[in-house]
């Protein structure tokens, strides 16, 4: 049987690939450390997980959910960015829920690009920006994310002839994998550049509450004519195999995403959503994630300092985006790592950048998630200074 041509443009999922570095490892008899895919191995916080059960008990009768989440959701997720970004959302007009953030990434573009019109992403990028395009007929273009920049994107960069065929623009900060902020200066340009240009610019504000030092903002606060931000509770609470999170600004740009998901999907169930209502009601379990974090940031940056590699602590996200030597590139340091004897899973950058312009940005980088335990970070750490690498 024959895929589509769809299918045979994409090749395979990196997060797969890594997966599969894990799974032949414990087919050799060994427990990798994996540091691979950002899936958090901490527990979904109590305040969740009970109001989850209840939930379920309350909805026992209560049918299919709401395409667009229940307005008692929609309210809560309102006055959680009312307070937490000094913006209001409308939860009527100005909000959706959605089936965690992948789902609204990749379905996005259905809603807005039609054959040769283009979608930008940053790069390295997470796929579903470059996926969604593709399966909706349109082409990506990429801007690098470099280091001699900060990890902000040139907008200015951008040719006219691509502009001039562009419906929309993904911008990610925090940055994953880089775990760099943009600056408040980089977000006015964006939101200027929307309006400017007529091109939708959606911010992936999935990590906007794995911070360290510094309170990352949400593009809303800069402007608001074609501008969406995408949210998820995985990050923040832990929540990964719930699904759940929500899209919210332009009004009219959000009636258009409505659309496409009224065809899709029939919402999130509804007492997941109230599950994520008592994630929002609380700050405590972020605060001991952000510490959590941290520690284990320290810890592994730490290690890599060293052994003489370049420094790379992230300004926020679970991640680290460590510079690699270049005579061994993310690939040749990943394979080191995978030896038996270290046994540790990371993700090459090369795996989550194009080849693009003749050049890949990712090639000399390598992405920790720091989602293992801190007492296996601090064997990890051990292993990377006995190792050498």
Not at 179 to 196: C, I
Not at 335 to 363: A, C, H, R, Y
Request: net charge neutral; aromatic share 10%.
């Amino acid at each position: 049987m024959k895929g589509s041509d769809r299918l045979s443009k994409i090749g395979s999922y990196a997060f797969a690939e890594v997966d599969k570095l894990v799974e032949d490892l414990r087919k050799k008899g060994i427990t990798p450390i994996d540091f691979g895919v950002g899936d958090p191995q901490d527990p979904t916080p109590s305040v969740v997980r009970d109001a989850c059960k209840q939930g379920v008990e309350d909805r026992r009768a209560s049918g299919y959910p709401s395409y667009m989440g229940a307005l008692e959701y929609r309210t809560a997720v309102s006055e959680w960015v009312r307070q937490r970004f000094g913006i209001t959302m409308d939860p009527e007009q100005e909000i959706s829920s959605t089936i965690g953030a992948k789902e609204a990434v990749f379905h996005l573009p259905l809603a807005f690009v039609n054959e040769g019109d283009y979608v930008i992403s940053p790069n390295p990028y997470y796929p579903p920006y470059e996926r969604g395009a593709l399966f909706a007929g349109a082409s990506c273009y990429f801007l690098p994310l470099e280091k001699k920049n900060n990890f902000q994107l040139d907008l200015g960069a951008i040719p006219a002839d691509i502009l001039k065929k562009t419906k929309i623009l993904w911008i990610n900060y925090p940055s994953n994998p880089s775990g760099a902020l943009a600056t408040k200066g980089f977000l006015k340009e964006a939101a200027d550049f929307a309006v400017d240009n007529n091109v939708l610019v959606v911010s992936d504000e999935c990590y906007s509450e794995m911070y360290y030092d510094k309170k990352p903002s949400s593009l809303l606060e800069f402007g608001y004519e074609n501008i969406l931000a995408i949210h998820s509770l995985s990050k923040r609470s832990n929540m990964t195999n719930y699904r759940i999170g929500w899209m919210m600004g332009d009004s009219r740009a959000l009636a258009l995403f409505k659309k496409v998901k009224t065809n899709i999907d029939s919402g999130t169930p509804t007492f997941i959503q109230d599950a994520a209502i008592a994630a929002l009601g609380d700050e405590s379990h972020v605060e001991n994630m952000r510490k959590g974090y941290r520690k284990k940031r320290d810890i592994i940056c730490k290690a890599f300092d060293d052994v003489g590699y370049p420094s790379s602590i992230p300004e926020a996200t679970f991640y680290i985006w460590q510079e690699v030597p270049e005579s061994l590139g993310s690939v040749g340091v990943t394979k080191k790592m995978l030896d038996p004897s270290i046994g540790i899973v990371t993700t090459p950058g090369k795996w989550i950048s194009q080849d693009f312009n003749g050049k890949n940005p990712g090639e000399n980088f390598i992405r920790f998630a720091l989602v293992p335990p801190v007492e296996q970070c601090k064997e990890a750490a051990e292993k990377i200074r006995g190792a050498g690498l």
